[in-house]
């Protein structure tokens, strides 16, 4: 079992194994990882740290995907690379040992003699998963495992969820009242949420290869569904990022004028669909959308799973944020495909039996069969509060690296 094989490799079960000082280390590792959120997909975040006699030497991290891995990133930052000779390098993630779009990082770290190198989180990729661990202990260097991993497992949610279900890592992000309202009954929704609270969307909206809505939303909010600065239309996207937008559109309601379709030759943009109105199709070709037939689940739905596939098998997408109404939002709850809430909530009563009431479509008669979450995180953004939180199923996922556990001593301040 991969559970068993991982464990194999992990050479502490206790925080004891591991010195204050190699936890300080990872931490920084973890810390430079992170500076990399939403450029590295597919592949996975990885920060590096070299020392010698105690003493930081270089650092590096993962900057985008097809650049140089972080322990390359942290060799190149050496000029004289004989110092490197006897030193301990710390990475949140196992070394490669297979040649991709760079050689293999074991193969750099035995050329240039490091005595030992710790380890955060084993790959779970199969094709990497202890490979490089066995190939360092062949070459007589020492390795540890498992520092911090649980944590390094939750930074690399996206990476972890792909690779070992392959499809998307599933965020939705919900904007509501206290009263769990989207909108006031008049459709209006302009603004739930405060300023602050939105450019925090905006950043968090980075760190996705594609934002999915529906029909609906489109319609109401005519949104643009892309990173940019809060008082400007243009797109906040990195040079060579790849970020698409899809939208759900079972009968091709889209309006030619929506700014989403609007701005289509400046940001990808998908419509999956039912019908094939060629005249529309035409149209929304020639503005830059690309349109993808996919079947219905009922005369009112399309089906989620094989626009999930599609996204993942033919667009390379790993991670989704979902910025939707209470249809699409329903649907993903009911076939148990979400992985992550953000939900800002404002400090408003909006009162009403609304239909835009975000979860209205659920209609569960038993409380015992709630959808149950986890609360991670609590912040107060503004006048708002954003709560981060998981679907209890993913808590009790049998793999040890979806259970994050946080110590406080292992925080990542």
Known sequence: MQKDKDNNFYRTAHNSDFSTEDIKFMKLAVKLAGRAKGMTNPNPL???????????IATGYHKIFGGPHAEIEAINA??????????????????????GKTPPCVDSLIKYGFSEVIIGSVDPNPMVNSSGIKKLQSAKIK???????????????????????????????????IDGKVAAKTSNS?????????????????????????????????????????????????????????VLDLNLKISPYSNIVKTAREVKTLIFTADDILAKTKLLSEKGVELISVGRINSVKL?????????????????????????LLTELLRENLVDKFYFFIA???????????????????????????????????????????????????????????????????
């Open 46 to 56: 990885v920060g590096a740290v070299i020392v010698k006699n105690g003493n930081i």
């Open 78 to 99: 050496v000029e004289n690379k004989k110092i490197l000779n006897g030193a301990k390098i710390y990475v949140t993630l196992e070394p490669c040992s297979i040649t």
């Open 143 to 177: 390795v540890r495992a498992g520092l911090l991993k649980d944590i390094i497992a939750r930074q690399n949610e996206i990476f972890f969820k792909h690779i070992k279900t392959k499809r998307p890592f599933i965020c939705c992000k919900i904007a509501a009242s």
């Open 190 to 246: 302009k603004w739930i949420t405060g300023e602050t609270s939105r450019k925090t969307v905006q950043d968090i909206r980075r760190e996705f290869e594609c934002i999915l809505t529906g029909i609906n939303t489109v319609t109401a909010d005519n949104p643009y569904l892309y990173p940019r600065k809060e008082s400007t239309v243009k797109p906040l996207l990195e040079k060579n990022r790849k970020f698409y937008r899809a």
């Open 303 to 327: 089906d989620i799973k094989e626009v999930l596939k599609i996204l993942y098998d033919r667009y390379k997408i790993t991670s989704i944020l979902v910025e939707s109404g209470p249809t």
């Open 347 to 413: 400090p408003k009563i909006i009162g009403g039996d609304s239909i835009y009431n975000i979860f209205s479509e659920l209609n569960i008669s038993n409380v015992n069969e709630a959808i149950k979450l986890k609360f991670e995180k609590i912040k107060k953004i503004g006048e708002d509060i954003l709560i981060t939180a998981y679907p209890v199923s993913y808590y009790n996922c049998s793999n040890d690296n979806y259970r994050h556990n946080y110590n406080n001593e292992y925080k990542i301040h």
